[in-house]
């Protein structure tokens, strides 16, 4: 009985305190561009170097609550123009969640890029996508709440602090709802920037965007419209598909930008030579006045 007491004393005296789960992730990866597409590089051979690093962690706070960090930074030499060497934060984040959802304050970007947009990277490549820049970038003094899954839907809202119209708490607002079952996955979004810097007034991005896995198929689907307040309101439709067949994977899409009347296809062929590193080729075709077109081959390394 003696003994067994002073083991416990032991024990307690000794026992590790509760530490936050700390773990290091990213990804580098090296391409050679060929493209008439490139710049001041336009008919030659160059490259793209980018690498990003992320440390994240969580600490257990108990009763269902869990605390949780994420820094993250990129460097990137260019673009396919070489437009120089970049060096900088990406998502800075502090979170905290539980029974009543999950909240984030820090520096990421808004729902409808890190989302819905997105989505539209389908193939293997850093720097050629069809990704579309719309609303709100990357910013700080960003809040967001989302809600507890509720049978697979959950909503949310997100503001961001900096920036806007003089007298503005929340320049720029998101409300967003998300919804997934049996391979079905549906995001929408409504984005609201008030910006004094627009002649037009305020800024509108609603967005939609939906996944669906078969067995190794998957298809993408997004919509975005940026009401600006002019004529030249921003539209886009994005279709997408990709198949894994083993350790190869193979991917096409198209976003069709209806404001300017033409139209950007990808198609991307990547091959796994372990969990963590792959080689890829990847071509892009630009319906625009020159017919552009870039081709790619890369390899990447995860961690």
């Not at 900096?162 to 007298?167: L, N, V």
């Not at 870039?294 to 995860?302: A, D, E, M, Q, R």
């Amino acid at each position: 009985m003696k003994k067994t007491i002073v083991a416990a004393a032991v024990a307690a005296v000794f026992a590790a305190p509760a530490m936050a789960d700390v773990k290091i992730s990213g990804q580098i990866n090296q391409e050679f561009i060929d493209g008439s597409e490139s710049g001041g590089n336009a008919g030659t051979l160059h490259s793209g170097n980018n690498a990003d690093i992320v440390i994240s962690g969580s600490e257990d706070l108990g009763n269902g609550m869990k605390a949780s960090f994420k820094i993250h930074r990129f460097f990137d030499d260019g673009d396919a123009a070489s437009t120089g060497d970049t060096d900088q934060s990406a998502d800075q984040t502090i979170g905290l969640s539980g029974d009543f959802g999950a909240v984030t304050v820090g520096r990421f970007e808004p729902f409808t890029v890190a989302s819905i947009t997105s989505m539209m990277n389908i193939d293997a490549s850093e720097d050629l996508d069809l990704e579309t820049s719309l609303g709100q970038a990357r910013s700080e003094g960003g809040f967001r709440y989302v809600s507890p899954n509720m049978n697979g839907l959950s909503v949310g809202v997100e503001g961001f602090a900096d920036g806007g119209d003089a007298g503005e708490n929340f320049a720029t607002t998101t409300i967003f709802a998300q919804y997934s079952n049996a391979g079905l996955t549906v995001k929408v979004a409504k984005e609201e920037n008030s910006d004094d810097a627009n002649a037009n007034g305020d800024v509108t991005v609603t967005s939609i965007g939906a996944s669906y896995k078969m067995g190794d198929l998957e298809f993408r689907l997004v919509n975005t419209d940026d009401d600006n307040g002019t004529a030249a309101d921003v539209s886009n439709t994005f279709m997408g598909a990709s198949y894994t067949m083993g350790a190869n994977k193979i991917a096409v899409g198209m976003n069709d930008h209806d404001t300017a009347n033409s139209d950007d296809k990808i198609i991307s062929l990547s091959h796994s030579l372990s969990k963590q590193t792959s080689v890829y080729l990847v071509h892009e075709a630009i319906d625009n006045a020159a017919n552009d077109d870039n081709t790619l081959i890369g390899v990447k390394h995860t961690f």
